[in-house]
């Protein structure tokens, strides 16, 4: 069965310091992946998603996420965080089937220290 | 353009009551999908339709119904509701069906149950 975790529930980060986000993803084959940010009182908003190809994939918002076929991980990674980039974080995994279910992580809350 | 858009934004029921949640995807998009979002968890899948079919559906009791109108906006209806119904759900839309499309959320609909 298709699955998510995150390990992290929730990590505080200096401004300016760099973040990286752990993903380990369950699947049988090679799957969608993707990495949503949720702010307090807001949707879901896509940072980046990894279908093939470069395993190394560029988002919005300066984030980065490496896609690691032999670790089943899929990490998240910021340079420089901003105080604007504390919110919610998903981890999903997406089925290749006809249809669009999508698998969400139990997410980590980041928490930015001026 | 107008993104998602879900009413109401937040509802408070009883146990017992139907509640039905409401959801006009991104114009041009044939595809809803809906899920529950318990607080402190990732959002889960409850179901997908695509063209006013339904393309999937997740891990939900029959309580749980849902119908996509010729405009492509969404209904979700909870029957014989339960505390462990209170949760955020919220409604993406997607162009097309499967293959990983992005899914664009919308805010959400805070179900409230007493």
């Known amino acids: 069965a298709q699955s998510v975790t995150q390990p992290d529930i929730h990590i505080t980060v200096s401004e300016g310091a760099s973040l990286e986000l752990r993903c380990n993803y369950s699947?049988?084959?090679?799957?969608?992946l993707f990495w949503y940010v949720q702010s307090p009182g807001q949707g879901l908003q896509l940072l980046l998603k990894?279908?093939?190809?470069?395993?190394l994939v560029q988002g919005i918002k300066g984030f980065e996420a490496e896609f690691k076929r032999s670790q089943s991980s899929f990490n998240l990674r910021k340079p420089s965080v901003h105080w604007s980039d504390a919110a919610e974080y998903f981890c999903?995994?997406?089925?290749?089937?006809?249809?669009?279910?999508?698998?969400f992580g139990p997410g980590t809350s980041l928490s930015v220290i001026p | 353009d107008a993104g998602v858009t879900q009413s109401p934004t937040h509802l408070i029921k009883t146990r017992g009551q139907h509640v039905t949640l409401r959801c006009s995807p991104i114009?041009?998009?044939?595809?809803v999908s809906w899920y529950q979002q318990v607080l402190g968890q990732g959002p889960q899948f409850i179901f997908q339709?695509?063209?006013?079919?339904?393309?999937g559906r997740g891990n939900f009791p029959d309580r749980f119904s849902a119908r996509q109108f010729p405009n492509y906006s969404s209904e979700l209806n909870v029957n014989a509701l339960l505390l462990g119904d209170s949760a955020l759900y919220l409604c993406?839309?997607?162009?097309?069906?499967?293959?990983?499309?992005?899914?664009?959320f919308g805010p959400g609909t805070r179900l409230t149950v007493l």
């Open positions: 993406a839309s997607s162009s097309a069906s499967g293959g990983g499309n992005e899914q664009f």
């Open positions: 699947y049988g084959a090679t799957p969608y």
């Open positions: 990894y279908f093939s190809g470069d395993t």
């Open positions: 999903a995994v997406g089925a290749k089937t006809s249809y669009d279910k999508v698998i």
């Open positions: 114009s041009g998009h044939k595809s």
């Open positions: 339709y695509y063209e006013k079919e339904e393309r």
